[in-house]
């Protein structure tokens, strides 16, 4: 069987008056279908980039995806336009993007009219109630503007206009991150049900470890356009080899009052992600660096069967 989803050697470098910026850097990974990889990594760190890569939404630099085995990285016009249906993206916040004029059912219903993916109106508004219901908006919001509605079915809307192409694959790009925890866990369950009902592969983008916990089925660290440490979602809270990680890990609140966790603050400077120097890039904020990482870049490479991590001490420390 041929993997679903594989990016290799992904680059994205944008041209900026101080040099190239290498927002991805040389990524790596594969996700099987109907499973979820969680992306994770501070502001900046290269997420969206990376994601809005692999639906096309930004030009590549350099690598190549593959999707259901083949190879899309430069698709024909005609393979675009499938693509476009079968993997989507669920934003923060969609709206930035969307005319506030457009009313709820306008907003889900769009894509479906600029792909012309409907046999006659009948069709369009059949369509657009289906996915309404699967999603959890009710029928009398059809006429409804986002602003008028709280984050929640704000963001319902987002995966409906994402889920009514009924694509295989989505980027949902820290689609909770502006939500209150509770609601949070009502649109997690809602994205879990629908990745089981209708077999859907994800890529989870988000900068708070605990979120993705329970949906991932395995987990990316990123570091400066870097996939620093990659492995189970449980090994990963388990054992997490890559310093970085174990900062990140820290910094979520245990619930038990009788175990104690201790913070790890990281201090120095992130450095920059402009013409970046041939050295592990967290040395600066790392407690165990050496003179080799400054010296030589980590490869990504696998420390126990299945985990694999950037970082030349990961053994050691
Ligand atoms: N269109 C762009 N032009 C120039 N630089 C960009 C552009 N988009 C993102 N970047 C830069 O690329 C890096 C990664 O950004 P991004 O992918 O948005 O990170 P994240 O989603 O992890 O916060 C950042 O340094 C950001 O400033
Ligand atoms: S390679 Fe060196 S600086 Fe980088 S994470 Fe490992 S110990 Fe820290
Ligand atoms: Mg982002």
Sequence with gaps: MSTFLEVSNLKKH???????????????????????????????????????????LHEITDGKIF??????????PKEMKILRKKMQMIFQDPYSSIDPRMTVFEIIGEPLKILNLYSNKEDYNKQIDQIMDIVGLAKRVRG???????????????IARALVLNPQFIVCDEPVSALDVSIQAQILNLMQDLQRDRNLTYMFITHDLSVVKHISDNIAVMYLGLIVEFCETKALFKAPAHPYTRALLSAIPIPSVHERRKRIILKGEISSPINPAECCRFAGRCI??????????PQLREVTPGHFCACHFAEEI
């Design 67 to 76: 999707f259901e085995g083949r190879d899309i990285t430069n698709p024909p």
């Design 288 to 297: 165990y660096a050496k003179e080799r990482c400054q010296q030589e870049a």
């Design 144 to 158: 409804a503007y986002p602003h008028e509605l709280d984050g929640g079915r704000r963001q319902r809307i987002g």
């Design 14 to 56: 944008f041209k900026t008056p101080k040099g190239l910026l290498h927002a991805v850097d040389g990524v790596n990974f594969k996700i099987d279908e109907g499973k979820t990889l969680g992306v994770v990594g501070e502001s900046g760190c290269g997420k969206s980039t990376l994601g809005r890569l692999i639906v096309h």
